[in-house]
């Protein structure tokens, strides 16, 4: 007789199963978004820089799961590779909303106001309106910087092979700092800290982080996605203006410069910046940017 039951109490004890599985499912679904975050956060390593910026962005904008995991990577992987404390600002243009987007990681002290268009998960553009990004921040009144006169380092994540005859990042006054990701000559053209212009580096295509380096008061060196595309040897540094840095434009004309991310800060090593390329890169990639 038992034998003659035995599928039957099967099929009870897979119904049953499958209600606990159903009820487990809807109650996932039902949970608030903060913890479905938390669940979503379950294998990342989650350093204390993370949430104290995620605190900040979800006061501006409820981020998706996709962002939170992308930003806790972002950060703490530059937090494990030595990189993070080199930042005075570093800021994502590529992101869930243009409010975020504005925010500085590092810390709460430089919030960027923007003049230009914003695109979701691509960043800022000036479509020829002359539209900027004031950063905020200004070396000279920034109280224990890491951008010095002979240690700093800007960056630009530039999103089009375009030409443009106005700086994509540079300090207000569009001297002694500024990139120029491909001039109309072809050339990438970078100053940082630098006294008088220097010769570009030619570039095929200039998407992606172009970077400028001052490792001293007579060295520095240029980067494209984390390869270095030439070095200066003999660039005699220069104070820097006491002014904030801008990003898109800062001369008052209108351009085709468009950002997903931007970085001001120390110097940084060859190792540093390869690092910082490889976390930004894995970023850009989860929010979608090519």
């Known amino acids: ?75 703490c992987g530059l937090v494990a590779d030595g990189v993070w404390p080199k ?14 987007s504005l925010l500085n990681l590092t810390n709460a002290t430089y919030s960027a106001t923007s003049t230009a268009t914003f695109t979701t998960d691509r960043g800022w553009f000036d479509s020829g309106v002359f539209g900027s990004i004031l950063t905020n921040f200004n070396p000279i009144a920034a109280v224990g910087p890491q951008f010095t006169q002979n240690s700093a380092h800007i960056s630009f994540w530039n999103l089009l092979n375009a ?21 109309s000559d072809n050339n990438l053209y970078v100053r940082v800290n630098d006294a008088v212009a220097t010769g570009g580096f030619a570039v095929g295509d200039p998407r992606g982080v172009v970077l400028e380096n001052r ?3 007579t060295a520095r060196q240029s980067y494209l996605n984390g390869v270095s595309v030439g070095t200066y040897g ?20 209108a ?22 390329y490889n976390r930004l890169r894995t970023y850009m990639t989860a929010v979608g940017v090519p």
């Open 163 to 183: 030409t443009s005859t106005v700086e994509a990042l540079g300090d207000s006054n569009h001297s002694v700092n500024n990139i120029f990701p491909k001039f």
């Open 215 to 217: 490792s001293s008061s």
């Open 255 to 276: 351009s085709s410069n468009s950002g997903a991310a931007i970085s001001i800060g120390g110097n940084l090593s060859p190792t540093d910046v390869t690092n910082f």
């Open 1 to 75: 007789m038992r034998g003659h039951y035995r599928p039957y109490y099967e099929k009870v004890l897979l119904a049953i199963a499958g209600c606990l599985l159903a009820l487990f499912t809807l109650a996932c679904f039902a949970l608030p978004a903060q913890a479905q975050r938390s669940l979503l956060l379950r294998d990342s390593v989650v350093c204390p820089q993370a949430p104290a910026f995620l605190a900040r962005a979800n006061a501006i904008t409820a981020l998706d799961g996709t962002h939170t995991i992308a930003y806790t990577n972002l950060i």
């Open 87 to 100: 930042f005075d600002v570093l800021m994502v243009f590529a992101t869930q909303s243009s409010g975020v």
């Open 234 to 253: 003999a660039s005699t540094s220069t104070a820097p203006n006491a002014i904030s840095f801008e990003a898109l434009s800062n001369t008052g004309a």
